[in-house]
């Protein structure tokens, strides 16, 4: 049972590149979310998935765009990275509604030059 | 405002000090406190939930209890392999559809 898996694990890019970062969850859960974990900053939420068919934007979303691709795969695209967006991401999931806890995976550690 | 604060930002301890982190939060009505574990290089492990004041979970030697201001996470007779970031979150009636995160405590054992 793998939980939560992303990948890739690391990444370099240069400033205008353009990449996704793909999540895929095993526990049959209803909701996904991606998060950016910043030196000195808690987990801020870039986007969320309640459910299959729906995304919304959470506190920092500016710069990316996501894709509910099926209900195991959510994925994570920088359209044109800039240095601002180094940092390192986790993706989430839960099973449907607020009181739940979330599964984090091991994270893409991103540097963009 | 800052939703969620965590103190200390680190903590040393010797092997078997008793100890408490403490996760303070200003949100209204709270639906729950999450508390995680993070090893350095890997994602968030969940550990607890707590959903009301007076709740308390156990698991070996951690100890979470809340209050409606605050929660506080013991650790008893801590090990080194305790060692790690501890985090809380909330998600309560005015955050919406986020949990907010804290900014987590260092925990360090000392054999």
């Keep these: 049972n793998a939980g939560v898996t992303q990948t890739p694990k690391f990444q370099v890019l240069k400033t205008g590149q353009s990449m996704t970062l793909q999540c895929a969850q095993d526990m049959n859960h209803n909701s996904m979310y991606w998060y950016r974990q910043d030196p000195g900053m808690g987990l801020r939420l870039i986007y969320y998935s309640a459910s299959e068919g729906t995304t919304d934007k959470g506190e920092v979303p500016n710069g990316y765009n996501v894709s509910r691709l099926n209900k195991r ?4 695209r920088l ?18 509604g607020l009181y739940q806890p979330q599964h984090f995976g091991d994270g893409t550690r991103l540097s963009i030059l | 405002e800052d939703q ?34 993070q090893d350095p290089g890997k994602g968030p492990e969940f550990l607890f939930t707590l959903y009301s004041a007076g709740e308390e979970k156990e698991k070996e030697r951690l100890k979470a209890t809340l209050t409606k201001k605050e929660s506080f996470l013991h ?37």
């Design chain 1, 79 to 96: 359209e044109s990275a800039a240095p601002s967006q180094t940092s390192v991401y986790f993706c989430a999931s839960s099973n449907r």
């Design chain 2, 4 to 37: 969620v604060t965590q103190s200390p930002e680190a903590l040393r301890l010797q092997e078997g000090e008793s100890s408490s982190l403490n996760c303070s939060y200003t949100v209204s009505g709270l639906r729950g406190l999450f508390w995680y574990r």
């Design chain 1, 73 to 76: 795969e959510f994925s994570l």
């Design chain 2, 75 to 111: 650790i008893t007779a801590p090990k080194p392999e305790d060692s790690a970031t501890y985090l809380c979150a909330v998600s309560a009636s005015n955050t919406g559809n986020q949990f907010y995160f804290g900014t987590g405590t260092s925990l360090t054992v000392i054999p």
